[in-house]
């Protein structure tokens, strides 16, 4: 099975960085794409960033400017650098990759979450 394994969440001061990264591994044949969700407290679950096997990015209008989303094909590693950090950045943060492990099927996985708070 394809596991998305995250780490660098923790308590942070308003204005402050944290770079959060999430490595996937397993039986991968590809990678289409992988990203970042968060979900808030009592919120749905909403895109941060993305980023294509092409190496296009995509990201959410609240963090532009501030998050960049990155990769590393080596490691199958994907980064996400957030500065400035806001109080409303406060969620669990998801990695999510869309992986195939068969020719020809992509598959969603995701990680276990991270908490990333920040404090006002």
């Known amino acids: 099975q394809v596991q998305l394994v995250e780490s660098g969440g923790g308590l942070v001061q308003t204005g402050g960085s944290l770079r959060l990264a999430c490595a996937a591994s397993?039986?991968?044949?590809?990678?289409?794409?992988m990203g970042w969700y968060r979900q808030a407290l009592g919120k749905q679950r909403e895109l941060v960033a993305a980023?294509?096997?092409?190496?296009?990015?995509n990201y959410a209008d609240s963090v532009k400017g501030r998050f960049t989303i990155s990769r590393d094909n080596t490691k199958n590693t994907v980064y996400l650098q957030m500065n400035s950090l806001k109080p409303e950045d406060t969620a669990v943060y998801y990695c999510?990759?869309?992986?195939?492990?068969?020719?020809?099927?992509?598959?969603?996985?995701w990680g276990q979450g991270t908490q990333v708070t920040v404090a006002s």
């Open positions: 980023v294509t096997s092409g190496g296009s990015t």
């Open positions: 397993g039986r991968i044949v590809s990678i289409n794409a």
């Open positions: 999510h990759g869309r992986i195939s492990r068969l020719l020809g099927r992509y598959d969603d996985y």
